[in-house]
């Protein structure tokens, strides 16, 4: 693959992130309000409340990558994000596979930038 085609590839699933995140954003706090509306008695039991913390976290995280991921920073945090991602199906694990697929790329894995480095203006 060409380095062009590796940072159209990066482009694509930074964007697919970022429109990913926000869906997870609103299906679960969607998800959130109808399950607050269906209890007849009394507050959401412990387990359903972190249970939509941890859905709303996740979406938060995705949306982030999807940043990370245009700027071309923190691969590791990105690489830990889209393995942890995989576990929403299906389209977590779409994402989150052709995102791990891509970040294995020597090309793409070199186009990050480093802790000390700046990023130049050819790079976006």
Same mark, same amino acid.
Request: hydrophobic share 55%; proline share 4%; charged share 10%.
């Given at each position: 693959?060409?380095?062009?085609?590796?940072?159209?590839?990066?482009?694509?699933?930074?964007?697919?992130?970022?429109?990913?995140?926000?869906?997870?954003?609103?299906?679960?706090?969607?998800? &959130?309000?109808? #399950?607050?509306?269906?209890?007849?008695?009394? /507050? =959401?039991? $412990?387990? %359903?409340?972190? !249970?939509?913390?941890?859905?709303?976290?996740?979406?938060?995280?995705?949306?982030?990558?999807?940043?990370?991921?245009?700027?071309?920073?923190?691969?590791?945090?990105? &690489?830990?994000? #889209?393995?942890?991602?995989?576990?929403?199906? /299906? =389209?977590? $694990?779409? %994402?989150?596979? !052709?995102?791990?697929?891509?970040?294995?790329?020597?090309?793409?894995?070199?186009?990050?930038?480093?802790?000390?480095?700046?990023?130049?203006?050819?790079?976006?």
């Amino acid at each position: 693959m060409t380095n062009e085609t590796d940072k159209t590839h990066v482009r694509v699933l930074s964007v697919l992130h970022i429109v990913a995140g926000l869906f997870f954003f609103v299906t679960s706090l969607g998800q &959130f309000l109808l #399950a607050k509306n269906a209890v007849i008695v009394g /507050p =959401l039991p $412990t387990f %359903i409340s972190f !249970l939509f913390a941890s859905m709303l976290i996740m979406s938060l995280l995705v949306f982030v990558v999807g940043i990370l991921l245009y700027t071309r920073r923190m691969y590791w945090f990105c &690489f830990t994000v #889209a393995a942890i991602e995989c576990l929403i199906v /299906p =389209l977590g $694990t779409v %994402i989150g596979v !052709l995102t791990l697929v891509v970040l294995m790329r020597p090309s793409v894995t070199d186009g990050f930038v480093s802790k000390n480095a700046e990023p130049t203006a050819g790079d976006g």
